[in-house]
């Protein structure tokens, strides 16, 4: 995940940040505010702009694949915890890129931070759509979290259009971004998402409330992520006595890595339509929890794993996630 500007002077620094985790996978939450009824019971297909076949890589995430320069095709993670667009060092050298925009931004990771470069990009196509004259970051990609891809699509590109994920025909789908704007959609969850700008510049990132243990908890959207985590305040918050892990597994961001030290399971995680049960939380304070949010204020990260095994779509133009829903996961009538 990435913070990022929209714009930046020569020489200026802007607030980024990256959290791309190498992980087992996991169920995600998020908010589901209505299920609506409509006129629709899939969403409209005939109408998309590019179809990209995707696969689920280690750790949960959505991965597919891009042509960056002519030039590929190369592994891109989706990552709507970013809202700038990076590709790792590696790719960079293998695409020859040498012409820095003299610009950069500020990269906050897990743990630390860093500044990092702006790069040109002459194209960046998924499917039949093209993103011409891109400015992305470039990364070390020296941590286990760059493993098994090249870069990621951030919010930058993402808000080009509406998102839609098929299970069924494995293809992600980008749409015209007003198409599913006003439209309702029986059997479909609808999840409020909350724009948030951070920093002086205005880093964007998508934010939602969710039910743990029936206490409210502010989630980040973040489809880069491959694990919940939450920090100590809203592990207290819940009454929880997190478990103390002995193996040390290493939690991996796109700058740093760090050690998992506790762990808790909820019995309940609950949305305003939706239930699921049993959902593992990594607890850890990490530096990045304190840059979205004060560190003493409950806080969780939730990300690709509720979308990886469902439809969905991201309706940037209504700040809102459809998610189809099977009856087993829907709440219990009151």
């Given at each position: ?29 998020l908010?589901?505010?209505l ?33 960056l ?13 970013s ?13 020859e ?70 299970v ?20 479909w ?31 980040l ?51 305003a ?5 049993d ?32 439809d ?23």
């Amino acid at each position: 995940m990435l913070f990022a500007p929209t714009e930046m002077n020569p020489g200026s620094l802007a607030i980024a940040y990256h959290h791309g985790m190498k992980l087992a996978p996991s169920k995600f939450l998020l908010l589901t505010a209505l299920v609506l009824c409509g006129c629709a019971s899939t969403l409209d297909q005939d109408g998309a702009l590019a179809l990209a076949p995707y696969h689920i890589a280690e750790g949960g995430r959505i991965v597919v694949e891009a042509h960056l320069n002519d030039q590929g095709p190369f592994r891109f993670a989706l990552d709507t915890g970013s809202s700038i667009s990076v590709v790792f060092d590696k790719l960079r050298k293998q695409l020859e890129l040498d012409s820095a925009t003299g610009k950069l931004v500020i990269i906050h990771g897990l743990v630390t931070s860093g500044k990092y470069p702006i790069f040109n990009i002459s194209r960046l196509k998924v499917g039949h759509e093209s993103w011409v004259d891109a400015r992305i970051a470039v990364l070390p990609g020296e941590t286990a979290a760059s493993e098994g891809i090249d870069g990621l699509l951030g919010i930058d590109f993402l808000r080009r259009y509406a998102v839609g994920f098929s299970v069924e025909d494995r293809v992600l789908r980008l749409y015209p971004p007003d198409l599913v704007r006003d439209r309702s959609y029986r059997g479909w969850a609808s999840v409020p998402l909350e724009r948030v700008n951070i920093g002086e510049r205005g880093a964007m990132l998508y934010f939602f409330d969710v039910e743990i243990e029936g206490k409210a908890v502010p989630a980040l959207f973040d489809l880069g992520a491959g694990q919940n985590l939450i920090n100590w305040p809203a592990a207290s918050s819940l009454g929880l006595a997190p478990t103390r892990r002995e193996d040390r597994e290493i939690l991996s961001g796109a700058l740093e890595s760090t050690s998992v030290v506790a762990q808790f399971k909820a019995s309940e995680v609950k949305t305003a339509g939706i239930r699921w049960r049993d959902e593992l939380f990594l607890v850890a304070d990490l530096g990045i929890f304190e840059t979205i949010r004060k560190a003493d204020t409950p806080f969780t990260i939730l990300g690709s794993g509720l979308f990886n095994q469902r439809d969905f779509v991201i309706d940037f133009v209504s700040n809102r996630v459809l998610v189809r829903v099977a009856m087993d996961e829907a709440d219990e009538p009151q």
